[in-house]
């Protein structure tokens, strides 16, 4: 009975392994339409940026790596003679690279656009709201000046016989 | 004795809620992104960048190896960074068109594909160089067989006009549907569905006989 379970064992490690050491081949059945739902989900990705406040220059830089990986992948679609599959397989891992860290970075983009969107409304009404108070203070300190203008004319006047 | 009258101090208090009020609407409305149309522009220029002079010596009739240079492009106006695609199909004059009410691609072969990613009001512009390669003729009918474009050669499937007249590059504009997951004829704006296509038509009038 021990010696099954060791089997067994042995099979399932075997069977992992198999599937690590098959993951570079999956890569390699990769095409501009298998990528698509891929390059998709990084889209995904940016717009959530975008709606947590990312700038337009922040997005900017991810987009640039995204042609980038959209230019490699059209040069991989194109390597089509069994030689050149070593350099395919090159062509799509950089792909996938770029695309993880385009993920990633919107991510990061996402917490931190979110985090800056949250003060600079707080600021603004903060700021809103001293700017009430300072509008108030100078309007008291304004009728109160009047009022003593007032005052002091009333008490500069003089009694003339017409 | 108070410093302020309580008449004075119900003015003050009016002064400041109205203050107050006034500042945090323009709080509102400095935090708030405004609404703006969402749009796509796409576009064919000629040889000069500009809506002319689309064939050499301003004569629609192409001959066999002859380069006709166009600039294609695209402007993202949807407010969001956007994957779009143009897709270059070969149609002759009685292919149908897109169908701009329907939401319809042309059913003609999808020659050549131009994908890009762009940001908010980017504009992708490529240069579009393309030459028929070679064209046949038999019986009344000029098929082109092959059409290169930009240093890339395409084989174009059974695609015929009488004569060599009336043949067309169409262009249509799609779009990556994040909630369709796939790219889609045109796009979604205000919930109205909105499609983007060109054609440019040509001759093809010297082939070599069959």
Redesign the interface.
Known sequence: MPRTKTKLAIAVGLAMLALIAIQPLTVTSQTIGALEPRFGETIVALHRSESAGATSSEIGELVILLNNALALNVEALKLNVPSDAPRRIELLTQVDQILTTVENRAAELTAVATQRTFTNKVLAYVGGAIAAVLGTVAYAFLTSFYRRYRVKRTFEMRVTRK | MSL?SSQ?RR??IV??IT??V???M??YV??TPRPQEQFFQLYVLGAKHMAADYYPDNDPTIRIGEPVTWYLGVTDNMG????VSIRVKMANQTIRPPDDQQGLESPAPVVAEF????????TFETPFVWNVTDAVSSAGSTRIVTLQINNETYQIQNWSARDGYNFRLIFELWT?Q?DA???QLGWTASGEHRVAWLQVWFNMTSPRPT
Not at chain 2, 80 to 83: C, D, G, H
Not at chain 2, 115 to 120: D, G, I, S
Request: proline share 0%; aromatic share 12%; charged share 15%.
């Open positions: 302020i004075n003015t003050l002064v400041f203050l107050l006034v500042c945090e323009l709080a400095a935090t969001t960074a956007q994957l994908m890009r990613f762009l940001r908010e009001n980017e990556w994040t997951n796939g790219f």
